[in-house]
């Protein structure tokens, strides 16, 4: 099994808790919210005011969007977080359900960061084998000169592809004795 469907796995799994620990941290807010005396909608609403703000909070942080952006974002994600933990902890009647809530809030945001900035860059994609790419060779007068004279035109195609090779190699021959003589100083 390869990195790509490994991930998808990870992935699918990551959601799958991520929903499940929203799911009870909205449940938990609910609570909190109607132990505070709202009723109806309000406690429904707490939801949207408390968990969805630090959702946008943490898409408000991508790297696309401008430093300052970003930090206004981080903002609402520690509000919102902290909002949540606060009614996380105080929907638990006892220790261990007061231990619940942080255990909500924590792992949602381990998650949450694990999906999208550890998420990112986890799976290594196969390097590509470097081909050498052949410099570009522009045919000057001089060769079209010189082909002329070599009667190219009355080539096979294996022959005219070995005279190119052949010319070609002599003048980046020249053209490399000339560029060590200009690096050395001497004048021809």
Known sequence: MNGIIRMRFIACGIWALLVLAAFVSASHIVDTAGTLGLTGWYRYA???LIDFVAIVGKLSMHESFTPAFRKSGFR???????????????????????????????VFMLLEHHATKAGKAAVVKPAEPATPKAPVWIMTDA?????????????????KAAWTMKYRD??????????QLALSGATV
Do not use: C, H, P
């Open 143 to 159: 060769e079209r000169a010189a082909r002329r004279t070599a009667g190219y035109a009355k080539m096979d195609a294996a022959a």
């Open 76 to 106: 609402l994600l520690m509000a919102g977080g902290v909002l949540s933990l606060g009614a996380n902890v105080y929907a638990g009647d006892n220790l261990g359900e007061k231990g619940f809530g942080v255990l909500t809030v924590g």
């Open 46 to 48: 707490a939801v949207a």
């Open 170 to 179: 002599r003048i980046r021959k020249q053209q490399a004795k000339a560029q």
